[in-house]
Protein backbone atom coordinates (compact mmCIF):
# COMPACT_ATOMS: atom_id res chain seq x y z
CA UNK A 1 0.00 0.00 0.00
CA UNK A 2 1.21 3.67 -0.92
CA UNK A 3 1.47 6.37 1.30
CA UNK A 4 -0.99 9.02 0.28
CA UNK A 5 0.36 12.80 0.18
CA UNK A 6 -2.37 15.20 1.23
CA UNK A 7 -2.33 19.01 0.36
CA UNK A 8 -3.96 21.54 2.01
CA UNK A 9 -6.42 23.57 -0.30
CA UNK A 10 -8.96 25.36 1.48
CA UNK A 11 -9.81 27.19 -2.11
CA UNK A 12 -11.55 24.27 -3.37
CA UNK A 13 -13.99 23.67 -0.51
CA UNK A 14 -16.57 25.46 -2.62
CA UNK A 15 -16.07 24.03 -5.80
CA UNK A 16 -16.41 20.51 -4.44
CA UNK A 17 -18.91 21.33 -2.19
CA UNK A 18 -21.51 22.91 -4.37
CA UNK A 19 -24.85 20.47 -4.34
CA UNK A 20 -25.39 21.33 -8.00
CA UNK A 21 -22.80 22.06 -10.54
CA UNK A 22 -25.68 22.09 -13.08
CA UNK A 23 -24.91 22.85 -17.11
CA UNK A 24 -24.03 26.44 -16.44
CA UNK A 25 -21.30 28.04 -17.88
CA UNK A 26 -19.05 29.57 -15.47
CA UNK A 27 -17.48 32.18 -18.33
CA UNK A 28 -20.96 33.56 -19.53
CA UNK A 29 -21.91 34.07 -15.58
CA UNK A 30 -18.51 35.63 -15.25
CA UNK A 31 -19.42 37.73 -18.80
CA UNK A 32 -22.62 38.67 -17.28
CA UNK A 33 -21.28 39.20 -13.54
CA UNK A 34 -21.58 43.14 -12.19
CA UNK A 35 -18.74 42.24 -9.40
CA UNK A 36 -15.48 41.68 -11.55
CA UNK A 37 -13.75 41.48 -8.15
CA UNK A 38 -15.85 38.43 -7.10
CA UNK A 39 -15.67 36.75 -10.57
CA UNK A 40 -11.90 37.49 -11.00
CA UNK A 41 -12.65 39.55 -14.36
CA UNK A 42 -9.57 41.82 -14.94
CA UNK A 43 -10.97 42.90 -18.15
CA UNK A 44 -13.45 44.12 -20.41
CA UNK A 45 -13.73 44.60 -24.19
CA UNK A 46 -16.65 45.08 -26.38
CA UNK A 47 -17.04 41.82 -27.16
CA UNK A 48 -14.46 39.76 -25.04
CA UNK A 49 -12.77 39.63 -21.24
CA UNK A 50 -10.15 38.32 -19.34
CA UNK A 51 -10.33 36.69 -16.43
CA UNK A 52 -7.86 34.83 -13.68
CA UNK A 53 -8.09 30.70 -13.93
CA UNK A 54 -9.51 29.60 -10.54
CA UNK A 55 -7.97 26.40 -11.01
CA UNK A 56 -4.67 27.70 -12.24
CA UNK A 57 -2.31 25.30 -14.51
CA UNK A 58 0.87 27.77 -12.98
CA UNK A 59 0.81 31.33 -11.04
CA UNK A 60 -0.90 33.78 -13.16
CA UNK A 61 -2.84 31.59 -15.56
CA UNK A 62 -5.68 33.83 -17.11
CA UNK A 63 -7.97 33.29 -19.60
CA UNK A 64 -9.96 35.46 -22.78
CA UNK A 65 -12.74 34.77 -23.67
CA UNK A 66 -15.83 36.03 -26.13
CA UNK A 67 -18.33 37.74 -23.81
CA UNK A 68 -21.18 35.66 -26.41
CA UNK A 69 -20.84 31.53 -25.53
CA UNK A 70 -19.09 30.63 -28.66
CA UNK A 71 -17.50 27.24 -29.11
CA UNK A 72 -14.98 27.38 -31.87
CA UNK A 73 -12.89 29.98 -33.84
CA UNK A 74 -15.53 30.16 -36.47
CA UNK A 75 -18.34 31.33 -35.18
CA UNK A 76 -16.73 34.22 -34.11
CA UNK A 77 -16.86 37.64 -36.09
CA UNK A 78 -13.83 39.37 -37.04
CA UNK A 79 -14.14 42.24 -34.22
CA UNK A 80 -14.26 39.33 -31.35
CA UNK A 81 -10.98 37.44 -32.88
CA UNK A 82 -9.03 40.52 -33.06
CA UNK A 83 -10.57 41.63 -30.05
CA UNK A 84 -9.42 38.58 -28.28
CA UNK A 85 -5.55 38.92 -29.84
CA UNK A 86 -5.50 42.29 -27.98
CA UNK A 87 -6.64 40.98 -25.00
CA UNK A 88 -3.99 38.48 -24.93
CA UNK A 89 -1.65 40.89 -25.79
CA UNK A 90 -2.46 42.82 -22.83
CA UNK A 91 -2.30 39.68 -20.63
CA UNK A 92 1.22 39.24 -21.71
CA UNK A 93 2.36 43.17 -21.24
CA UNK A 94 0.52 42.83 -18.07
CA UNK A 95 2.09 39.61 -16.58
CA UNK A 96 5.63 40.68 -17.58
CA UNK A 97 5.51 43.61 -15.78
CA UNK A 98 4.14 42.00 -12.65
CA UNK A 99 5.44 38.96 -12.43
CA UNK A 100 8.88 38.87 -15.46
CA UNK A 101 8.27 35.35 -16.60
CA UNK A 102 10.87 33.95 -18.32
CA UNK A 103 8.18 32.95 -21.49
CA UNK A 104 4.39 31.65 -21.95
CA UNK A 105 2.14 29.28 -22.65
CA UNK A 106 -0.55 30.77 -24.96
CA UNK A 107 -3.01 28.96 -26.63
CA UNK A 108 -6.80 26.98 -26.52
CA UNK A 109 -8.35 23.84 -26.60
CA UNK A 110 -11.38 23.60 -29.92
CA UNK A 111 -13.88 20.58 -28.65
CA UNK A 112 -14.03 17.61 -25.44
CA UNK A 113 -11.64 15.78 -27.91
CA UNK A 114 -8.87 18.64 -27.70
CA UNK A 115 -9.24 19.33 -23.87
CA UNK A 116 -11.91 21.87 -23.73
CA UNK A 117 -13.73 21.73 -20.30
CA UNK A 118 -16.04 23.93 -21.38
CA UNK A 119 -16.88 22.98 -25.05
CA UNK A 120 -19.38 25.19 -25.63
CA UNK A 121 -17.82 28.54 -24.58
CA UNK A 122 -14.12 28.77 -26.03
CA UNK A 123 -11.58 30.33 -24.05
CA UNK A 124 -7.74 30.72 -24.94
CA UNK A 125 -5.49 30.19 -22.13
CA UNK A 126 -2.48 32.05 -20.94
CA UNK A 127 0.70 30.57 -18.62
CA UNK A 128 3.14 32.02 -17.62
CA UNK A 129 6.67 30.34 -17.40
CA UNK A 130 9.61 30.65 -15.47
CA UNK A 131 13.29 28.91 -15.73
CA UNK A 132 12.91 25.79 -13.69
CA UNK A 133 9.48 26.61 -12.63
CA UNK A 134 9.15 22.56 -12.61
CA UNK A 135 10.51 22.14 -8.72
CA UNK A 136 10.22 18.64 -7.10
CA UNK A 137 6.85 18.83 -5.98
CA UNK A 138 5.51 17.75 -9.32
CA UNK A 139 8.24 15.26 -9.87
CA UNK A 140 8.04 13.94 -6.60
CA UNK A 141 4.84 14.37 -5.37
CA UNK A 142 2.35 14.75 -8.28
CA UNK A 143 1.64 17.95 -6.90
CA UNK A 144 1.48 21.86 -8.38
CA UNK A 145 2.42 24.90 -5.87
CA UNK A 146 1.04 27.85 -6.56
CA UNK A 147 2.53 30.69 -4.64
CA UNK A 148 0.23 33.64 -5.14
CA UNK A 149 -3.22 34.06 -3.87
CA UNK A 150 -5.79 34.78 -6.79
CA UNK A 151 -6.99 38.18 -5.00
CA UNK A 152 -3.74 39.32 -4.14
CA UNK A 153 -2.60 38.89 -8.42
CA UNK A 154 -6.24 39.97 -9.45
CA UNK A 155 -4.59 43.26 -7.60
CA UNK A 156 -1.39 43.44 -9.19
CA UNK A 157 -2.35 42.86 -12.63
CA UNK A 158 -5.47 45.68 -12.01
CA UNK A 159 -2.31 47.92 -11.07
CA UNK A 160 0.35 47.44 -13.26
CA UNK A 161 -2.50 47.58 -16.46
CA UNK A 162 -0.81 49.20 -19.59
CA UNK A 163 -4.02 48.84 -21.77
CA UNK A 164 -4.46 47.35 -24.97
Known amino acids: MSKMDRLWAPWRIEYV ?3 DKGDGCFLCEAASSTSD ?3 LVLWRGEHSFCLLNRWPYNNGHLMVAPLAHKGDLDDLSE ?3 VEQLH ?3 RCKKNLTAAAQPSGFNIGLNLGKAAGAG ?3 HMHWHI ?3 WDADTNFMPVLADTKVIPQSLDSLWELLRQVDQGG
Open 118 to 120: IPG
Open 127 to 129: VPR
Open 37 to 39: REM
Open 79 to 81: EEL
Open 87 to 89: LLR
Open 17 to 19: SEP
